[in-house]
């Protein structure tokens, strides 16, 4: 009698219960999807199911998974998928750090930290997960953007997990949440899931506590983590600037009498210039910008110039002190080639601890709590704005700003350079000196009258 036949069982995953937002972010299929917001909102586990589907439902398929440091990727990732992939299902190579899967799906595992783009470049995947995103640049998200590429018919995509803060806060709030984009962008690409700790009940189960600890925490970092909320955190390292204290309407005439310099900061990748007015108490007002790339020195000197209305006398322009190195082709530096092009300069301190400091400073009020702050910018500032609510601490120097994003550093360190610099407010006019003080009128009333009044001066032409 013939044995009886059994087929045999494919190798499966047990993926657990997703809840809806996981669910969400799994159905989405949008070149770009991001997921989270909020601590607590299952990122990382409903990243490593998506992988994994992923995995077993297009064989052949390249996925990448990125993290900015190799151990956290190891502890938040690896450790835990290697736990729910049987054997028969995938091998995991751990000199390669890779998966590979029954079907030929594999899942590749790398970091990507500063100076690690070369590492990127050129190779190709069909999906990409940036695991935190908001700790990579831009240029670090389009450098793996540009690897979602490849001869197979799978759809390319790039997931995102991430949270409000960290270097790559700005392109992350720009593209998922406030929804800005540029020119080459497109608004259908881009999906975001927000989740919090409420959206985790398997979280909240297994730690009730974990909820209590999010709310105990300081108003600021408790929006952010607790609720996702992305302006919460905005201006981490300026936590003093706010719209509705520092922003005002832009002037219909700046007053002629108020001293008005220029700042800027300047490279090929941006020139970042301001404009300031000093009135008679010391406030300054910003009240122009120009932000524009890619310009060589006689042409960022030309648009500070055009920017500047003949009538409105600069006291003078500050500029970093990079301004003053020597050329090694020409033995110039590019203050003398500001200065051959109309634009003479005044060299800032290069003191960037003390140059923030005294910008905090100056975002305080001016004299007294009630009072208004010493530094107010018009609204028609809206790269300064902008970059001054975004700009991050120093990872290693709290007292410092972190030099990432570059793009945003630009304006703020114009900003830095003038508040540094030590200028002259506005001066009210003299009061015009009495020709004939008090003393004087009583000489004259002696010499001119013959003295003090008395009875004759009430008579008239007779005795």
């Given at each position: 009698m013939a044995a009886p036949y059994y087929k045999k069982k494919e190798p499966t995953v047990d993926f657990g219960e997703l809840n809806p937002k996981q669910k969400q972010f799994t159905q989405a299929?949008?070149?770009?999807v991001g997921y989270g917001g909020a601590r607590g909102g299952g990122k990382s586990h409903v990243l490593r199911i998506k992988a994994l589907m992923g995995a077993l439902t297009y064989p052949d398929i390249r996925i990448l998974i990125v993290r900015r440091e190799y151990p956290e990727l190891e502890q938040g990732i690896i450790i835990p998928m290697r736990k729910m992939v049987p054997a028969e299902l995938a091998t995991y190579n751990g000199g390669m750090h890779m998966f590979t899967f029954y079907n030929g799906a594999i899942i590749k595992f790398g970091h990507y930290g500063s100076g690690d783009d070369i590492e990127y470049q050129g190779q190709e995947y069909d999906w990409i997960f940036i695991d935190e995103a908001t700790q990579f640049t831009e240029e670090q998200f389009r450098t793996l953007g540009a690897c979602l590429r490849g001869a197979t018919k799978i759809p390319r995509r790039m997931y995102l997990t991430c949270n409000p803060g960290g270097i790559g806060h700005a392109w992350v709030k720009r593209l998922f949440i406030d929804r800005e984009y540029q020119d080459g962008e497109k608004e259908k690409d881009y999906t975001f899931i927000h989740a919090t700790v409420d959206d985790n009940p398997q979280?909240?189960?297994?730690?009730?506590?974990?909820?209590?600890?999010?709310?105990?925490?300081p108003e600021d970092v408790r929006r952010a983590w607790r609720y996702g909320d992305w302006d919460a955190l905005a201006g981490t390292f300026f936590p003093e600037f706010r719209k509705e204290t520092h922003v005002i309407e832009p002037f219909m005439r700046i007053p002629a009498e108020w001293k008005k310099y220029r700042a800027f900061d300047y490279g090929l990748d941006m020139f970042a210039c301001l404009w300031i007015a000093v009135d008679f108490e010391g406030r300054c007002y910003v009240y122009r910008e120009a932000q524009q790339s890619g310009l060589i020195v006689s042409e960022a000197a030309a648009l500070a110039l055009s920017m500047t209305p003949p009538e409105e006398h600069i006291e003078f322009t500050i500029a970093p002190p990079d301004m003053w190195n020597r050329q090694k082709d020409s033995g110039k530096n590019m203050a003398e080639l500001f200065a051959q092009n109309g634009v003479g300069l005044l060299r800032a301190s290069s003191n960037r601890v003390q140059g923030w400091a005294a910008e905090k400073e100056m975002l305080k009020p001016l004299r007294g709590e009630k009072d208004r702050p010493g530094l107010l910018v018009t609204s028609n500032c809206r790269g300064l704005i902008r970059n001054?609510?975004?700009?991050?601490?120093d990872e290693k120097n709290p007292s410092d700003c972190a030099t990432e994003p570059h793009n945003i550093t630009h304006i703020n360190d114009a900003l830095r350079y003038f508040c540094i610099t030590r200028t002259l407010g506005a001066q009210l006019p003299e009061a015009a000196e009495d020709p004939m003080p008090g003393e004087a009128y009583e000489d004259y009333d002696e010499e001119m009258t013959g003295g003090e009044m008395d009875a004759s001066y009430l008579s008239y032409g007779g005795e």
């Open positions: 299929r949008s070149r770009y979280l909240l189960e297994a730690s009730p506590e974990y909820k209590q600890m999010l709310d105990l925490l001054i609510m975004l700009i991050q601490h």
